[in-house]
């Protein structure tokens, strides 16, 4: 149905009425990515200020000490064109999949959901290691070459790429309505996970580290993500560490490094016991 037809901000994920032909289609498309790039910067706006005010009130969790990103404004400037890119290879994924032209999403359901959104989120980071691999690659470095640029990136940096990364990057949720059976609102809630992660990743400073980023568990941290952008070869993937950790692109220092940033365990041995008095020595 078409957005005028139903008055719904959700009609853009149902079915055009093909009596409207292209121009039904059209309108839909054109409705959904408009939603698409408002979310975006709404969480945009969100979450980079939210990690500028925890940045300012606590400086000492930034990552690389001796280093500061003077022209983190700047790199706003090229945001407009990776917001238009994700939108529209996110809204262009929706809209097959509502148009039936995709495979048949499952109905959603308590098993269901966690099994495509786990599945949907796996195969991601596995496009994301492997497009960043390519995007080093000397003939392909040349449209990743802008992104590192911040080699002590902020949280403004996550959208500081050129037209042809985006794309690659976000290329993947283009096409997985065509592989995997999920339900679009899961794939909404995959891209706002990415979106807020990426933001996250690029931030500069660790302010959620934890065991669960470093051996023996696959999850990655800021961390992870700054390391690649300070020592350029290392730490190429998303969500997880294991590609990394598998193809030997893991950074040596990394588990070390997030275990520094981990709040420290009180020393047992100089702890008082309750109703004793302390040491007066």
């Avoid at 990103?69 to 790199?75: I, P, Y």
Wanted: proline share 7%.
């Amino acid at each position: 149905m078409s957005f005028f037809a139903q008055y719904s901000l959700l009609a853009p994920l149902s079915a055009t009425v093909p009596e409207l032909g292209w121009r039904g289609l059209a309108l839909d498309f054109a409705v959904l990515f408009g939603l698409t790039v408002a979310a975006i910067l709404i969480v945009l706006a969100a979450v980079g200020g939210f990690f500028e005010v925890m940045n300012a009130r606590h400086p000492e969790r930034r990552i690389q000490k001796h280093r500061v990103n003077r022209r983190k404004w700047q790199e706003l400037a090229h945001a407009p064109g990776s917001v238009a890119i994700i939108a529209l290879c996110f809204s262009g994924g929706l809209f097959a999949q509502a148009q039936g032209w995709t495979i048949a999403p499952l109905a959603l359901s308590w098993w269901t959901g966690p099994l495509m959104l786990g599945l949907s989120v796996v195969l991601y980071d596995a496009w994301f290691y492997w497009v960043h691999r390519l995007l080093h690659w000397k003939p392909f470095y040349r449209f990743h070459a802008l992104h590192h640029k911040s080699v002590a990136p902020t949280v403004w940096t996550n959208h500081h790429e050129t037209l042809v990364e985006g794309f690659l990057n976000q290329a993947f949720y283009l096409l997985i309505p065509f592989i995997l059976p999920i339900p679009w609102q899961l794939l909404v809630l995959q891209k706002l996970y990415d979106q807020v992660s990426g933001m996250l990743g690029h931030a500069g400073f660790e302010h959620f580290a934890s065991p669960a980023g470093r051996t023996p568990f696959p999850f990655a941290s800021t961390v992870f993500h700054d390391q690649h952008h300070g020592y350029f070869k290392y730490n190429y993937g998303h969500t997880f560490s294991w590609w990394d950790r598998m193809m030997g692109t893991l950074h040596p220092r990394y588990d070390a490094t997030l275990e520094s940033f981990e709040p420290k365990k009180p020393d047992s041995s100089a702890t008082v016991e309750p109703g004793s008095k302390p040491d007066q020595t």
